[in-house]
């Protein structure tokens, strides 16, 4: 066991895990953030999409020791209620089925549009590639960062 010093939605915390413990883990057991979901286990689904110093990361495969000195968003980070342009996008354009991959998408288009707010169809389907809906949502998934994007520029 190690103590880590972690920085999580603006907010100090300290955990005393192995340092190989998936950030996934640190933060649904010991932050109890429990937003950021276990899908896979293996980095290929992307239901547990963190950003990580603003870059979408795998959360189920990139160790603790891998982040301390890092500022992690999850999704309760992303806005304080709700009003982030994504989460209203999402809600406009009706995108969750089930909902379970829901904040992997969020947090994996946040970190992209991010990076190009004004993204071609294209890009967008090369940037969302990762993340796996079951319930096929992806025309809508979609639309709703086009409608964020559109809101955050």
């Known amino acids: 066991m190690a103590i880590f010093n972690l920085n999580i939605n603006g ?14 883990w640190v933060l649904r057991d010991h932050a109890k953030l429990v937003g950021t979901k276990y899908g896979c286990g293996i980095a290929q689904c992307g ?14 495969s990139i160790p603790v020791s891998g982040i301390e000195g890092k500022k992690v968003v999850t999704i309760e980070g992303l806005s304080e209620n709700g009003d982030h342009p994504l989460q209203q996008a999402w809600i ?3 995108v969750p089925q089930c909902g379970y991959c829901q904040a992997g998408q969020i947090m994996n288009a946040a970190a992209f549009l991010k990076k190009n707010p004004n993204p071609t169809d294209e890009e967008i389907e090369t940037a969302m590639n990762g993340n796996i ?19 955050m520029s």
Not at 133 to 147: D, N, S
Request: charged share 25%; with cysteine; aromatic share 2%.
């Open 92 to 94: 406009e354009h009706d």
């Open 133 to 151: 809906c079951r319930c096929g949502t992806y025309l809508r998934i979609k639309a709703a960062i086009k409608t964020a994007a559109k809101q």
């Open 47 to 60: 239901a547990c999409t963190v950003n990580v110093d603003g870059n979408a990361v795998r959360s189920c």
């Open 11 to 24: 907010k100090d915390h300290q955990v005393d895990v192995t340092p190989d413990t998936p950030l996934l």
